[in-house]
């Protein structure tokens, strides 16, 4: 497998100010990486540090030449005043293959219809974006991230405004996509249980009190990481994708 | 009054500023659907007053200049100039030292909004001109302007055709536009530069106010009765051309100020799409 992205002496912040330095990390072709931490933490900090939106306060990302991102951003991010349909939102992921003063080809289109069928929205393609459902919405955003094609899915508390079964239903989603497509996945959330189900690495992040460890899920979700991370008084007996903790002491 | 007899038998009176009007409402309608969508209806409010400015500071220059400067103190010039300067300022600075961009906006406004008032005072010459700029009450245009209007306006859609999708693109998610190496800053400052000139060019021709006018209503009397974005582009539009020229037209046969007249047309559609929308959800 080899390496997407590789974060190096990194330290993460804004406006100059440094938040938290990172351990070195190296994400891989077809590897699910969680991101987890509680809210304010610096999760999204670190993800646009990743993502190239917002520069490292020391050290660097590098990434394999010409990666292609599919991005699923929170989706209270969007103004609710534009007028914009499925089908207009979805083809904005494939501007990532289409520069700047050029239109989108037949092919081009052929892929957004193929994204809106792979997550079942394809009947909502005239539909417009903000009359739509919270799950809807996730399922257009993830129509999105995949029309670029991408080598990785980036996805931002995918689930944060959806009821337990559209949670269920877009995670299923995503770990279909990446069977199907082979890429790597890197997904922020503060939920353990939606993290521990679905990834196979691991970062834990808080800010607050200077933790940042990454690894391989078993290594990372250990009862003492989860007593000082959660607070909580955990023995982990068996972690799977069904059930990342099996019992609660 | 005038009689609809009487306005049609006037038609060599009336034919350059309809076609300047038209003009002006069909690019202001159009441009005035990414001021609406992008929240920045202050930015074109600034816009049009620096406009004014750019108006007024010329002839006080070419006043005081004793006539040696007086070619290069152009109004048109130098409003078109220093419009463009501050669409630049605005699509580029964002960091204004603890100063919300909506305070840069309003202390632009105030601050050529006064000047131009204070310079109004000053000079003789050219304050009915500026009078006109201000208000609008212009009822001949330049013969210049019956070409420079709608070639600007040509060449305004052209571009907005070429960069329709990447300026809807930046204007609705500009962090993933980044994200895919699109040159944001550029484009932002492209789309304002567009709507920087062609604020220059119609405030000179139809006045401040009408000019904040159309790039305000339509687009939103547009935007309350669809919801599909490319038919907002064209009921904005439509909307806008309809507002200036009828607003020309009930000036001319009741005697109104022309800018003020489009104005309350332009409004009159706003209304009318709220009821429209009103009745529809009932």
Same mark, same amino acid.
Request: hydrophobic share 50%; proline share 3%.
């Given at each position: ?124 393609? %005239?539909?417009?974006?903000? @009359? /739509?459902?919270?799950?809807? *919405? #996730?399922? =257009?955003? &993830? !129509? ?22 559209? %949670?269920?239903?877009?995670? @299923? /989603?995503?770990?279909?996509? *990446? #069977?199907? =497509?082979? &890429? !790597? ?65 | ?282």
């Amino acid at each position: 497998m080899s390496n997407l992205i590789k974060l190096e002496n990194l330290t993460i912040g804004y406006e100059k100010k440094g938040l938290l330095r990172t351990t070195d990390i190296a994400i891989e072709n077809g590897q699910f990486w969680g991101i987890l931490g509680p809210n304010g933490s610096g999760k999204s900090t670190l993800l646009k540090t990743i993502l190239s939106l917002i520069p490292p306060i020391e050290g660097k990302v590098t990434s394999e030449n010409a990666v292609v991102f599919g991005y699923v951003p929170q989706n209270e991010k969007f103004d609710q005043i534009f007028p914009i349909s499925v089908f207009e939102l979805v083809s904005m992921g494939r501007y990532s293959r289409v520069p700047p003063g050029k239109k989108l080809s037949t092919g081009d289109r052929d892929v957004i219809e193929e994204s809106l069928k792979k997550v079942g929205i394809a009947h909502l393609s %005239e539909r417009s974006f903000r @009359s /739509l459902s919270g799950g809807e *919405k #996730q399922r =257009s955003l &993830l !129509a999105r991230a995949i029309a670029g094609e991408p080598d990785i899915l980036v996805l931002d508390e995918p689930t944060a405004a959806v009821d337990i079964k559209g %949670e269920a239903q877009i995670m @299923s /989603l995503v770990k279909s996509i *990446k #069977q199907e =497509s082979g &890429l !790597a996945v890197l997904m922020v959330s503060h939920f353990l249980n939606t993290i521990s189900a679905f990834s196979d690495h691991i970062i834990l992040i808080d800010k607050d009190n200077d933790i940042f460890q990454a690894g391989d899920k078993a290594e990372i979700l250990n009862s003492e990481n989860l007593n000082k991370f959660f607070g909580l008084n955990l023995d982990i007996e068996r972690i799977n994708e069904i059930q990342a903790i099996e019992r609660l002491t | 009054m005038t009689t609809f007899a009487e306005f049609i038998n006037s038609y060599f009176l009336w034919k350059d500023p309809m076609i300047v009007g038209a003009a002006a409402g069909a690019v202001c309608g159009f441009l005035g659907v990414y001021v609406v969508l992008r929240r920045i209806i202050f930015v074109s409010a600034a816009l049009t007053q620096i406009s004014s400015f750019g108006v007024g500071l010329a002839f006080y220059l070419e006043a005081y200049s004793l006539g040696v400067f007086a070619s290069l103190f152009d109004p048109f010039i130098l409003s078109l100039l220093l419009t463009c300067l501050a669409a630049v300022f605005f699509a580029l600075k964002r960091d204004f030292s603890r100063v919300s961009t909506e305070g840069v906006i309003a202390f632009g406004f105030l601050l050529a909004s006064g000047a131009v008032v204070i310079i109004g005072d000053k000079i003789t010459k050219g304050a009915h001109d500026i009078a006109n700029i201000l208000f609008g009450s212009a009822v001949v245009v330049d013969p210049a302007d019956v070409l420079i209007i709608p070639a600007v306006a040509l060449v305004v859609f052209i571009i907005h055709l070429i960069y329709y999708k990447d300026f809807i693109f930046i204007s609705f998610d500009s962090e993933t536009a980044r994200l895919f190496k699109y040159p944001v800053r550029l484009l932002n400052t492209g789309l304002l530069i567009t709507i920087a000139v062609v604020v220059a060019v119609t405030t000179r021709a139809l006045g401040a106010l009408p000019v904040f006018a159309l790039l305000a209503l339509p687009a939103l009397a547009s935007l309350l009765i669809t919801e599909n974005l490319k038919l907002v582009f064209i009921f904005s539009v439509v909307i806008g051309i309809l507002s200036a020229t009828l607003g020309y037209f009930f000036s001319f046969i009741l005697s109104l100020p022309t800018g003020a007249s489009m104005t309350v047309c332009a409004v009159a559609f706003f209304i009318l799409a709220l009821g429209l929308r009103e009745l529809r959800k009932g």
